[in-house]
């Protein structure tokens, strides 16, 4: 099992970025996503994580109103868009697969993990 995430970058605060993450099929449908991050020095923090049907969103509400997961089943593959970044959202991002239908905040509940993708945000 692969999940490969991308997208990370540097951005200014009040920027935005979306991040990518692609699964096998076989991963992808059977579970839902999330995505987690991980400042410096700080534990892994749930950032939002999104229904295997789609259906349904769950947000951090550190980023609720900022951020939107989504996905898109045709291609396997979860999205974070991330608005009016600030640089408190500084971190690795990771993407993570839940086999199952609800996603948790719980990373611990999440069976597969992509390598993380570094969002920097400058003042």
């Known amino acids: 099992v692969q999940l490969q995430a991308s997208g990370g970058g540097l951005v200014q605060a009040g920027g935005s970025l979306r991040l990518s993450c692609t699964a096998d099929e076989r991963t992808f449908k059977s579970s839902a996503m999330g995505w987690f991050r991980q400042a410096p020095g700080k534990g892994r923090e749930f950032v939002a994580g999104i229904t295997r049907s789609g259906d349904r969103a769950v947000y951090a509400a550190s980023v609720e109103g900022r951020f939107t997961i989504s996905r898109d089943i045709t291609i396997n593959t979860a999205y974070l868009q991330m608005d009016n970044l600030t640089p408190e959202d500084a971190a690795v991002y990771y993407c993570?697969?839940?086999?199952?239908?609800?996603?948790?905040?719980?990373?611990?509940?999440?069976?597969?993990w992509g390598r993380g993708t570094l969002v920097t945000v400058s003042s």
């Open positions: 993570a697969a839940d086999v199952g239908a609800f996603p948790t905040r719980n990373p611990g509940s999440y069976e597969y």
